[in-house]
């Protein structure tokens, strides 16, 4: 495992094979890389992991921990140069590269996503969306026109689609799932309560709101448990 650097001895991100970083720490570099964006345009130009626990909610040591998988980004007694870390994140994530995204279902969910103008600035493309309805087949959401699902193949490829966005009523998920894998889609975010499977070497996201307001309650029910004097049996 990497050791944990401090806040110094500059050094450019190196290469570490994705099998090698915990997930949970992949899960954070986003909101680190938002909010690296955020000083930014705050016109700060250097910060440090104290700053940035404080503004995360992660610890100082958590922060540096994080960073070391990927090398060494920080100057001593300077802490890190907010436009340099903000690059190298990019890059490690990918995000200094441009990608194609199809969605899968257009109902509100998918007519939704398709009007959503946040995806571009951060270099996701729609550029393609795909239903099984014929009442929705040749109209246009968003910019974009819908296509059959026969028309997924040639137009994943003709388009370089790398990525996509499923948002089918429950029945359908495992199929599309593998209609996309078939066409050679790796990286799939799903937005239906299903848990799909997948090959080796494709990654899905799944995206439940219901699972999060259950995790949620939980602390809720807790908190009026403690209230009440319910301890639980010794």
């Given at each position: 495992m990497a050791t944990i650097p401090r806040d110094f001895n500059v050094a450019p991100g190196t290469s570490v094979s994705a099998l090698e970083v915990p997930e949970v720490v992949i899960d954070r570099l986003p909101q680190y890389v938002r909010t690296l964006t955020q000083l930014l345009e705050e016109g700060i130009e250097?910060?440090?992991s104290q700053q940035l626990g404080a503004q995360l909610q992660v610890t100082p040591a958590q922060i540096r921990k994080d960073l070391s998988y990927f090398g060494r980004f920080g100057k001593?007694?300077?802490?890190?140069?907010v436009r340099h870390l903000l690059t190298e994140l990019k890059q490690i994530l990918?995000?200094?590269?441009e990608w194609n995204v199809a969605v899968i279902g257009v109902g509100r969910l998918g007519n939704a996503i398709l009007n959503y103008p946040g995806f571009n600035p951060d270099g996701f493309h729609?550029?393609?969306?795909?239903?099984?309805?014929p009442d929705n087949v040749g109209k246009e959401v968003g910019g974009i026109a819908i296509q059959p699902m026969n028309a997924l193949a040639d137009t994943v490829t003709?388009?370089?689609i790398t990525i996509a966005i499923v948002a089918v009523p429950s029945a359908h998920t495992q199929s599309v799932v593998d209609q996309l894998v078939a066409c050679g889609v790796r990286a799939i975010l799903n937005y239906t309560p299903i848990n799909a499977q997948v090959p080796p070497g494709v990654r899905v996201r799944s995206i439940d709101p219901?699972?999060?307001l259950q995790s949620m309650t939980y602390y809720l029910a807790d908190q009026g448990?403690?209230?009440?004097g319910h301890q639980g049996a010794d």
């Open positions: 250097v910060t440090n001593q007694g300077r802490g890190y140069r990918g995000l200094d590269a729609l550029v393609a969306a795909f239903d099984n309805n003709s388009r370089d219901v699972l999060a448990h403690t209230a009440n």
